[in-house]
């Protein structure tokens, strides 16, 4: 049965709103070589978990909690007491929430059926056909989409220039296997379909019969079913806006999708109208959570509040003392949550040790040129643009560069030839026994990979005086680091040293988008080191005492081993602090391997994990951040001494230094919604992974150089591997949104909130939840949304902070 609906422009406004919207609701995924944690949900922030649940069952067929058995085992284990599921009970909204505690419980104990997405057309067509259609649309869509985003894997390239619906129909008019599959006149369908994206859309949707109050979440659905693949489009949109522009990559895909529904619905109409006419009804119906979303909601609630008990009665243990004379050491670190463990090791090894948690970027958003190298390399959070330019090396390193260039340049010409179309099945016949060394090396894991080591990171072009102090001045104070300076200062960005492993990338410092820590740190090294910045700070009430080096470092938190780029400004006076510095490093490293090894599978003591580093076959060489639950902002001694067992991500903050509270806004702008975006992507990987994880690593090949698909095609998978949350007998990733622990006053912090939407909607709909620290550093106070907050019934009598004057 056909359908006509009228097209005036009012209409087309309205469907342009609903294609922003779709695509303001998929997640952006970064490419393998610089890719970070991405929250999911990313769209759906304005929400809460329950009317997100309704909307990914409806348009993606997927849970956003775990099975009911999963809660429901931990409340038998004692995980989950009463009190908890009495209060996550108390806090959820009245509308459809069990009457008490007994109906809670009751709930718990049936299953619930699995959620079921509303059909689309390809699914209804292929209902009838017997053809599985949704999976051809996946396997052509997926063979275009490779050639088109390709990042320079492919040898052929396809042509670009185009944008990509003009791109694509300029292939679909010619790819026979549809009509071979039995779509008939597929190539004359694409070849007749308007040549704008936007007039696609619209005619599509007219002649579909989807009004303007079902395309917003019919829209949504098309684009999830093109996965990983709509998810780095809107990565292209992501970085395009960020510089001012715009780009139309995830609409123009969204055109496509929309095309193949027509041409099956042109050809199944009668089979499928009366059905379809069913599923556009209920497309149009308002998104609204169930009692079996509500009850899900709540029971999430209740295993989060069971692990926020735990972490206040650890919280509320006498920890390590504060150390008021000159450090024999300090070293700060990212906050990432593998830095925990660290931290904890090394104060062990001497407690005169003091360590630092702060952003892994250092602060300075750095767009970087490696050695020999012209290509850029963000080196910040992705949520924020460049504030400098920089490279390795100056002009007494011009011959090296050259070299390093022309070997770099063969090494790729050799590659090509290996693979190139005619030479690589001689080539392999011809050399393939000059190899067998090179075989058994990587094979056997007997080649260790150095650390990063270029010439030393400059800013390029020079700054002058007056920023470089401001930006010492900046990044000093937010690490709350102004005083009692050590005689030797670590600046430790973090890597990952592992082989074979597309997803490499996302083992790496997620606060330097995706990239090794070490530039960050050898550009504020170089930074404090310089004397005229130091005497400038000094007129800020900033002394830095003229024994005091700060030395760059790389954490390698796949072996625990640190390098120190000590070359890079060297001091004679400091040769013993450096010497026992290594000393105490190297064996907070043994420590902290021990520590982890314990928790790898075959894991066989600290001495195992370097092998892992090295072995082509390992899918788990480090657990990451699985585990993450926590983000604590408070002075050290808050923490000192209490095992938080690399789930916490630490930052230092006194907030009786924080005059103005600027650097209490830029924790709750910044670093927390990164730690919220990480913690976030592992909550999806492991309650949704077929929808929001990257799959299975054995069945992982890169394409288009950009990310994964399992096999030989299909859907680009983005998100985090299986093998990432899960062991092979267990999950490792306890599904938990992040708790964000702050020692500062709750009027500074509900002011923050206000002047910041989008943060303030993270806490009010429970995407986070906020804990007011005390000067004890015990948690006090949960924030419980609108701008309210409400004692926490332990530490009800513990001594609060001040609040400030009105």
Request: one cysteine or more; glycine letters at 8%; hydrophobic letters at 45%.
């Amino acid at each position: 049965m056909a359908h006509s609906h009228p097209s005036c422009e009012q209409d087309v406004l309205t469907l342009d709103l609903a294609v922003d919207h779709a695509v303001r609701a998929i997640p952006p995924a970064w490419p393998l070589a610089s890719s970070v944690a991405v929250n999911p949900f990313l769209g759906q922030a304005d929400q809460d978990l329950a009317t997100v649940a309704a909307r990914l069952a409806r348009v993606a067929g997927t849970s956003v909690t775990m099975p009911r058995a999963w809660y429901r085992d931990r409340i038998a284990d004692g995980d989950i007491e009463d009190a908890d599921l009495s209060d996550a009970l108390a806090a959820a909204p009245l509308a459809l929430r069990p009457a008490d505690l007994g109906a809670l419980k009751a709930a718990a104990q049936v299953a619930r059926p699995d959620a079921i997405a509303l059909p689309t057309i390809a699914d209804l067509a292929a209902d009838v056909s017997g053809i599985d259609w949704p999976g051809l649309i996946a396997q052509r869509f997926g063979a275009w989409a490779a050639g088109y985003i390709d990042a320079g894997q492919a040898l052929w390239a396809a042509p670009c220039g185009r944008g990509a619906y003009a791109a694509w129909r300029a292939v679909a008019t010619h790819d026979l296997t549809p009509e071979i599959a039995g779509l008939a006149g597929f190539a004359t369908h694409v070849s007749q379909s308007p040549e704008a994206p936007v007039d696609a859309v619209v005619s599509v949707a007219q002649r579909i019969g989807v009004s303007a109050t079902a395309a917003p979440t019919y829209f949504h659905q098309m684009l999830m079913t093109l996965g990983g693949w709509a998810q780095y489009a809107r990565y292209r949109l992501w970085q395009a806006e960020l510089a001012g522009g715009t780009d139309a990559t995830v609409s123009d895909f969204l055109a496509i999708r929309l095309v193949w529904e027509a041409a099956l619905f042109d050809r199944y109409e009668k089979d499928i109208g009366a059905r379809w006419a069913a599923v556009v009804a209920t497309h149009a119906l308002p998104v609204a959570a169930t009692s079996d979303d509500v009850v899900d909601t709540i029971l999430q609630e209740a295993s989060e509040r069971a692990a926020q008990r735990k972490l206040a009665d650890t919280l509320a243990v006498p920890g390590g003392a504060e150390i008021v004379s000159r450090p024999a050491l300090q070293a700060a670190f990212c906050i990432d949550v593998r830095s925990e463990i660290f931290r904890r090791a090394l104060e062990s090894v001497n407690p005169a040790i003091q360590t630092l948690g702060f952003a892994g970027f250092f602060g300075l958003r750095a767009s970087h040129r490696r050695f020999a190298s012209d290509v850029s390399e963000h080196r910040l959070p992705v949520l924020l643009n460049p504030g400098l330019t920089t490279c390795s090396g100056g002009a007494n390193d011009a011959g090296a560069d050259q070299d390093a260039r022309l070997k770099a340049r063969a090494r790729r010409a050799w590659g090509r030839f290996k693979l190139a179309a005619v030479s690589s099945f001689a080539f392999v016949e011809a050399t393939g026994p000059i190899y067998t060394g090179k075989l058994v090396i990587d094979a056997l894991g007997l080649r260790a990979k150095p650390a990063p080591n270029d010439p030393a990171p400059r800013p390029d072009p020079a700054l002058d005086l007056e920023t470089r102090m401001a930006a010492a001045e900046t990044v000093l104070r937010a690490m709350s680091l102004t005083a009692n300076f050590a005689k030797l200062v670590i600046l430790a960005g973090h890597g990952a040293n592992v082989v074979n492993n597309p997803h490499a990338s996302g083992l790496q410092c997620g606060a330097c988008g995706g990239y090794s820590g070490e530039v960050n740190a050898r550009l504020l090294a170089a930074l404090l080191n310089d004397p005229k910045v130091r005497c400038s700070l000094d007129r800020k009430g900033i002394a830095i005492p003229a024994d005091t080096l700060f030395v760059a470092a790389l954490h390698d938190t796949t072996t625990d081993a640190v390098t120190l780029y000590s070359d890079d400004c060297v001091s004679s006076a400091h040769g013993t602090a450096l010497d026992e510095a290594r000393i105490w490093l190297a064996a907070a490293g043994k420590i902290a391997r021990g520590e982890r090894a314990l928790r790898l599978p075959r894991g066989t003591g600290e001495s195992s994990l370097v092998k892992r580093s090295r072995d082509w076959a390992e899918v788990r060489p480090e657990w990451a951040l699985a585990g993450c639950k926590a983000f604590i902002a408070a002075p050290r001694s808050r923490t000192a001494g209490r095992n938080l067992e690399g789930r916490a991500f630490l930052h230092d903050y006194d907030w009786k230094g924080d005059k103005e509270f600027g650097v209490l806004e830029l924790i709750l702008t910044a670093p927390v919604v990164v730690a919220s975006w990480i913690s976030l992507q592992y909550y999806g990987s492991t309650v949704a992974p077929a929808v929001f994880g990257g799959g299975n690593k054995l069945l992982h090949n890169v394409v288009g150089g950009i990310g994964v698909v399992e096999g030989n095609g299909g859907t680009l998978r983005a998100g985090l591997p299986w093998q990432s949350v899960h062991d092979g007998e267990r999950l490792v990733h306890e599904p938990l949104r992040l708790s964000v622990c702050i020692e500062a006053p709750r009027e500074a912090m509900t002011a923050v909130l206000e002047r910041h939407p989008g943060v303030r909607a993270l806490f009010d709909n429970r995407w986070l939840s906020l804990f007011a620290l005390d000067e004890m550093g015990r948690m006090a106070w949960r924030y419980t949304g609108d701008l309210a907050w409400a004692p926490i019934r332990q530490a009800e009598t513990s001594p609060v902070l001040p609040e400030m004057a009105a």
